[in-house]
């Protein structure tokens, strides 16, 4: 049974950076799903933030373009966010999430728990 | 964009509830997801692929649609599928993803 895990700290200070990571097991992140984040917030609701394959190449959102980066450790099983320059909009529930495997289709089919990250002084 | 209605649907358990999304344009159905929330969870995947069930999701629940008009159906509510719906579409390879707004599915 594949788990994700999200851990990282709760709360950042606005102008610092959010750091994230998602623990895999059950499963290999270089295997051959693909990887993202999502975050939820009452004021925007679900967000897709960016996505990296097994092999590591990403993908962000142009809305996150230039303050996220989303790296894989496959020693340890595991893949991460950074989001540079947080302000109060970046407070959310982060989630980690895995791809569905089945070519030319598309849908998150696992999901950690979430992590509430808040930005505030 | 992805524009779910309605925003709040009251029925009974045992009836049908259709929920709608729609794309500002035209989406491949096989890039259409559903998934089911409910409060302090994370979202579970329900539908890919437009119309696929995913591993364990009953019966019931079917998707279909094409173009920009997609639909979610519960043939016959049971006490457990009262929760928050979302519908998520990729447009094309390497895109983003979007997320509708949302549909609360309630007990009437």
């Known amino acids: 049974q594949v788990q994700l895990q999200e851990s990282g700290p709760g709360l950042v200070k606005p102008s610092e950076t959010l750091s994230l990571t998602c623990a895999v097991s059950g499963g290999s992140v270089s295997d051959i799903n693909w990887w993202s984040w999502v975050r939820q917030s009452p004021r925007k609701g679900l967000e897709w933030i960016g996505e990296?394959?097994?092999?590591?190449?990403?993908n962000y959102d142009p809305s996150f373009m230039g303050r996220v980066t989303i790296s894989m450790d496959i020693s340890k099983n595991q893949f991460s966010l950074k989001l540079i320059s947080v302000t109060a909009a970046d407070t959310a529930v982060y989630y980690c999430?895995?791809?569905?495997?089945?070519?030319?289709?598309?849908?998150?089919?696992?999901w950690g728990p979430g992590t509430l990250v808040t930005a505030s002084s | 964009v992805l524009t779910q209605s309605p925003g709040t649907l009251s029925l009974s358990p045992g009836e049908r509830a259709t929920l709608s999304c729609r794309a500002s344009q035209s989406v491949r159905s096989t890039y259409l997801a559903w998934y089911q929330q409910k409060p302090g969870q994370a979202p579970r995947l329900l539908i890919y692929g437009g119309s696929i069930r995913a591993t364990g999701i009953p019966d019931r629940f079917s998707g279909g649609g094409s173009g920009t008009d997609f639909t979610l159906t519960i043939s016959r509510l049971e006490p457990e599928d009262f929760a928050v719906y979302y519908c998520?579409?990729?447009?094309?390879?390497?895109?983003?993803?979007?997320f509708g707004q949302g549909t609360k599915l309630e007990i009437k």
């Open positions: 999430a895995r791809h569905v495997a089945v070519p030319r289709t598309r849908g998150f089919d696992y």
């Open positions: 998520q579409q990729q447009y094309a390879v390497s895109r983003p993803y979007t």
């Open positions: 990296m394959s097994p092999s590591g190449t990403a």
